[in-house]
């Protein structure tokens, strides 16, 4: 049972004792998104952080391209490292593709799952009749191709210090050059699955109380998306932030601890 | 002017140059934006290779509005991202897309700048046109995926290829165990010029040929195969091995090319509980005998290569196998294995072989005890056929003794 925590490079700070607050990072990079919320937790909860299959420092071997195809894979993961952990109560907070992430492993053990924290999430990328989700399937197509230009400049020299390394610290100067990298194979699959995924339907039937917070000029999940997340579920509440962009737990990390700490602790929003 | 002068004053006019027309008219586009992406401050360059007017671009745009849509996400899950974490970017590929709707290629170097405080400030921006290299890329990652389409292809040729060179599994052949194995060098991509066939004249009336054709890959695997069709042609028409294999020996040196081969070929007819064999071999390793409770012993004589020198040396052998006995035929792939600077050599042949002599399949066993020694890893293809005659029940010998008095 330990492997799934080497596996997926799982570091536990803060209060053993405390309720268990899981972060996960969403498309992109890995857990050092978490790096200006997480210390803030610490004192009062039991902080875990964890890279997703094919991201950072997971091991390359925790991705299974058929079991990854999707999202569902990924909240299996949740949920084993969760069950490894021994972690109940847990409150999960999922940035962007990790929300729908954080949804489905509720859905799959709704009784580990105390609170969501839905951090710029979206259900659904690309547009449908009746709803705007504020791209299209040619969009898509092009940021596929933009992967592939950018991961021009990957060598496979690299794969072997950025993967594999599950004794990050040490090497931490290094590799912050490169935690925005992956293996090209892999972010390729992880842009499809995440971009053409559609989670509409299972938000109505999460009943674990959730947290949306919802940047303003977010260009990947816009205002219109985030009200439709925390309308379409029972019980959501939707907290606005001053900040702009997609990544607030980088941009604005005090406004987003703020709007997270009330709610977790006793279900208090401030927005 | 003389040279000197006209140095001076060159040098001159650049130390004079202005700072401002070093930025404005700088040979790439600049951007400054605020921490979250907003346009402060651009150059002429950046108006030029995009086509909008400064003024539209200065407290109105954000760099990630001018990327394609693609370009935005790509722009929100990494550069940004990478950005605030690590203060700067290099060589990120986007497209802008340019006033007239038009995309503009680039690659990007950003820079962060951090107040005193340690509060993000500002963000410069270097633009570079990168139309030619992105076309450039592109091919090559055009050429990349068929190289890689390719090579699955000629992979699934070469398997294909080598399934016609040995049979899918040995024959049953009545009165006979036959066990046959084969591997082909290293992972397999490559087709081996090692090949077996085991086929039937008449009842009671079998032919085995193993030989090795040197080199490897499509060029050997033509010779493969016309060698294996060939002997089989031939084997009906000629009752000697001897004859079969000058035959060959002709008909390889009338196809031309330099491809030779070792072969070596053994003719077995059923005499009631026991076998007879008629065996040469053209260069090729003799096959091993192994008499019922005796020791390893080679049988026949190595005679000349096939398909280099027209006069062919070959002789037939004849030999008994009785039941219980064992006759391995085999190529330089096992005696030639290796770890390291040793070979797995004769004598670990005879001792693999006396090992699997009453196993149910010997021919796997002698070809797992090569692999075994050279850690899986096959240097050279290994093929490895046995024949063995089933020994009698122990309950018929009792039956002959039980007979014998009346």
Not at chain 1, 42 to 67: C, K, M, N, S
């Amino acid at each position: 049972m330990d492997d799934i925590l080497a596996r997926h490079n799982v570091r536990v700070t803060g209060r053993p004792d405390g309720r268990p607050v899981m972060f996960a990072h969403g498309f992109g990079c890995d857990q050092n998104m978490w790096r200006f919320v997480a210390p803030a937790f610490e004192d009062e909860f039991r902080v875990v952080l964890f890279d997703q299959a094919g991201a950072g420092g997971a091991d390359p071997a925790a991705y299974d391209p058929a079991r990854h195809a999707s999202l569902h894979g990924y909240a299996e993961d949740v949920v084993s490292i969760c069950r490894a952990l021994e972690a109940r109560d847990v409150v999960f907070v999922g940035h962007s593709v990790s929300s729908m992430i954080g949804a489905l492993a509720a859905l799959a053990e709704p009784d580990r799952f105390a609170r969501l924290v839905m951090v710029s999430p979206s259900p659904r990328y690309i547009d449908d009749e009746g709803y705007v989700g504020g791209f299209s399937a040619t969009d898509i197509r092009e940021l596929l191709d933009s992967l592939d230009s950018n991961y021009l400049g990957w060598s496979s020299a690299m794969a072997p210090m950025i993967m594999g390394n599950p004794e990050r610290p040490e090497l931490a100067g290094e590799l912050t050059d490169s935690f925005c990298r992956t293996d090209p194979q892999i972010a390729r699959r992880f842009a499809e699955v995440t971009f053409t995924s559609d989670n509409r339907a299972d938000l109505p039937r999460v009943q674990t109380p959730t947290l949306v917070l919802q940047c303003a000029q977010d260009a990947i999940a816009p205002v219109s998306v985030g009200r439709y997340v925390a309308e379409a579920m029972p019980h959501a509440s939707l907290v606005l932030l001053d900040a702009t962009g997609h990544c607030p737990n980088l941009s604005a990390p005090e406004e987003t601890v703020a709007a997270i700490a009330p709610f977790i602790r006793d279900g208090r929003l401030v927005g | 002017m003389n040279p000197q002068a006209a140095s001076d004053a060159f040098y001159a006019a650049l130390l004079d140059d202005d700072p401002e027309q070093l930025y404005e008219r700088a040979p790439c586009g600049y951007l400054s934006t605020t921490p979250d992406g907003m346009v402060v401050k651009t150059n002429a360059t950046f108006v030029d290779l995009t086509g909008y007017p400064r003024e539209d671009l200065v407290g109105r745009r954000t760099f990630a509005s001018l990327l394609t849509a693609g370009g935005r996400i790509y722009h929100e899950t990494h550069y940004a991202p990478m950005l605030r974490m690590q203060g700067t970017v290099r060589e990120v590929a986007f497209e802008i897309v340019r006033a007239d709707g038009t995309r503009l290629p680039v690659l990007i170097n950003a820079a962060l700048e951090w107040d005193a405080d340690g509060s993000p400030r500002v963000v410069r921006v270097a633009v570079f046109d990168a139309t030619h290299r992105r076309e450039y890329e592109r091919e090559l990652l055009r050429a990349k995926q068929r190289a890689e389409q390719s090579e699955s292809r000629a992979q699934a040729l070469a398997r294909t290829l080598q399934s016609t060179l040995i049979p899918p599994s040995p024959p049953l052949v009545p009165g006979l165990d036959v066990s046959a194995a084969y591997r082909p060098a290293g992972d397999g991509r490559e087709v081996g010029g090692d090949f077996y066939d085991i086929f039937q004249i008449s009842a009671g009336h079998w032919v085995v040929a193993l030989g090795d054709v040197c080199g490897k890959g499509v060029d050997a695997a033509v010779v493969t195969a016309l060698v294996r069709h060939t002997i089989r042609a031939l084997s009906v028409q000629q009752e000697q091995p001897s004859a079969v294999l000058r035959d060959l020996n002709d008909v390889l040196l009338a196809q031309g090319g330099d491809r030779f081969c070792t072969v070596v070929l053994v003719r077995l007819r059923r005499d009631g509980d026991a076998w007879s064999a008629t065996m040469a071999s053209g260069g090729h390793p003799l096959p091993l005998h192994v008499p019922a409770g005796c020791t390893v012993r080679p049988v026949g004589a190595t005679g000349t290569l096939v398909g280099v020198l027209s006069q062919l040396r070959v002789q037939d052998s004849v030999l008994r196998l009785d039941p219980g006995d064992l006759l391995v035929m085999y190529t330089d792939g096992v005696t030639e294995g290796r770890r390291a600077a040793e070979f797995f050599g004769e004598e670990r042949l005879h001792r693999s072989v006396v090992d699997h002599r009453d196993a149910r399949l010997p021919a796997d066993g002698i070809l797992g005890d090569v692999l075994d020694f050279q850690q899986g890893s096959a240097r050279d293809d290994i093929a490895v056929v046995a024949v063995r005659v089933p020994p009698l029940p122990a309950t018929v010998h009792q039956q002959v003794r039980e007979e014998s008095p009346t």
